[in-house]
């Protein structure tokens, strides 16, 4: 299931992520690459190095999780159980795409203490952080059932995809892509049942946006509660 969910970062929170990252450090995207997707990776990635970095580092992440965490449509498309922490990517000059390739299924959450947590990547998530006018190129594409699709959104959307989907960043060609990606496990790990819940949900807020509280209304909200009780692993 692809959903596009504009404004997850509203034009403050935009200038915010970018006021931060125009003074943020740049290494070789490759480092959170696995082994086969290290083979077609050619963008940058923030690292941080000085402590200094590393709060800018955390303000970014913070800024994105926050927003995340209060955007109804965001859970009703993903049902998040774990949110791997942003990171943050560049794409500009020589180091400007990303060749076909799958997501790692498994990642590790940072975690203190005792070591790092893992968690199984079930979808895939880029939040764009540059104005589409800013550069050319660039365009997320997604192999789908469908054919694939092209995804170049607005500063502040989002977009979310299951990641088994073989996917690529074309090359950019002017200027400069800046966008966050992350991956979700979610509470439903099938994609048929999440698609079938979030459709659910999308004609329940219609519904009842028309309707009201109705009586049917009601019964129809108990069944979706019902399935995502039956189909979710907390």
């Not at 692809?2 to 290494?27: F, M, N, T």
């Not at 994609?191 to 819940?197: K, S, T, V």
């Amino acid at each position: 299931m692809l959903v596009k969910i504009p404004q997850i970062l509203d034009a403050a929170g935009v200038a915010r992520a970018r006021a931060l990252l125009d003074a943020a450090p740049w290494a070789d995207g490759r480092s959170s690459a696995g082994t086969q997707a290290a083979q077609v990776k050619n963008n940058e990635q923030l690292q941080p190095v000085t402590e200094q970095d590393r709060e800018q580092f955390r303000a970014l992440q913070a800024l994105v999780l926050q927003a995340l965490d209060g955007h109804p449509g965001f859970f009703s498309a993903t049902l998040p159980k774990r949110v791997l922490p942003p990171l943050f990517n560049r794409y500009t000059g020589a180091t400007n795409a990303y060749g076909s390739h799958v997501d790692q299924a498994v990642r590790y959450l940072p975690q203190a203490g005792s070591g790092a947590q893992r968690m199984r990547t079930d979808i895939s998530c880029t939040l764009f952080l540059s104005d589409p006018a800013d550069y050319d190129g660039g365009e997320l594409v997604i192999e789908t059932t469908f054919g694939e699709q092209r995804v170049k959104l607005a500063a502040g959307d989002l977009v979310v995809y299951p990641g088994t989907s073989v996917h690529r960043v074309e090359p950019v060609t002017r200027g400069a892509r800046l966008a966050s990606f992350f991956w979700i496990e979610s509470l439903v790990r099938s994609e048929a049942q999440r698609r079938l819940l979030y459709e659910m949900d999308l004609s329940l807020m219609a519904l009842r946006s028309q309707l009201g509280e109705t009586p049917a209304l009601v019964q129809l909200t108990g069944t979706y509660h019902n399935l995502l009780r039956l189909w979710a692993d907390t």
